[in-house]
């Protein structure tokens, strides 16, 4: 069975400081991980995803994250937050040769304070 | 541009009335998803289609059915709307031959119940 936490339902950050949203995960084999991003009253849109290879990603809008298997952590990154990053964060695992069905995390929101 | 549509966009209906919420994509994509966002919850799975004439539930299919006749819509009918089916509803697809292709939402339909 595959899950996914997200430890802090909410991270407050003063603008152009770096940020960090944690998420942690659990899989029989090997992980496909995905980070969305929500913005009010809007869909979840797709930041970035570690599927294979280097461990440091880079996705939209000057966000990475670390893939981390011995610790089973994906944690997304960004070196300088910005006022406009304030959105509802999902993490997302599906797991190598499991269904097209993802476990989303509970969502973590990011307040970045000017 | 290849999109993911859904309407109406907001929707107050009775108890016990049936409502259809419409979901289109025009990414070709083989897999469908519809879930309900709660505060609390997070992102439940209500059903899902991995093709035309696929249809399968999710976590909270009760109450809840779909259909698919072709690749571009999966419709949600509320077969007899309840107060618990008050919610937000996304959308989403993603490309049938792999776990490791991203989703892509729908911009929300945001359904009361009276």
């Known amino acids: 069975a595959q899950s996914v936490a997200q430890p802090e339902d909410q991270v407050n950050v003063a603008e152009g400081n770096p940020l960090t949203v944690k998420c942690t995960y659990s899989?029989?084999?090997?992980?496909?991980l995905f980070w969305y991003v929500q913005y009010p009253n809007r869909g979840l849109q797709f930041l970035l995803k570690?599927?294979?290879?280097?461990?440091l990603v880079k996705g939209s809008y000057g966000f990475e994250a670390e893939f981390n298997k011995s610790q089973t952590s994906f944690h997304l990154k960004k070196p300088s937050a910005l006022v406009s990053d304030s959105a509802l964060y999902f993490c997302?695992?599906?797991?190598?040769?499991?269904?097209?069905?993802?476990?989303f995390g509970r969502g973590t929101s990011l307040i970045v304070h000017p | 541009d290849a999109e993911i549509t859904q309407s109406p966009r907001h929707k107050i209906t009775e108890t016990g009335r049936q409502v259809t919420l419409a979901c289109h994509q025009t990414?070709?994509?083989?897999?469908m998803f519809w879930y309900r966002q709660d505060l609390g919850h997070g992102l439940r799975l209500i059903h899902y289609?991995?093709?035309?004439?696929?249809?399968n539930k999710g976590e909270v299919s009760d109450g809840y059915s779909v259909s698919r006749s072709n690749t571009e819509d999966l419709p949600l009918t509320l077969e007899s709307a309840a107060s618990s089916q008050t919610s937000v509803y996304f959308c989403?697809?993603?490309?049938?031959?792999?776990?490791?292709?991203?989703?892509?939402f729908g911009p929300g339909t945001r359904l009361t119940v009276t």
């Open positions: 989403a697809s993603s490309e049938g031959t792999s776990a490791t292709y991203e989703q892509y």
């Open positions: 899989v029989s084999g090997n992980p496909y």
């Open positions: 570690y599927i294979t290879g280097d461990n």
């Open positions: 997302a695992v599906r797991e190598d040769g499991g269904s097209y069905i993802p476990t």
């Open positions: 990414w070709n994509h083989n897999n």
């Open positions: 289609s991995y093709g035309v004439h696929d249809t």
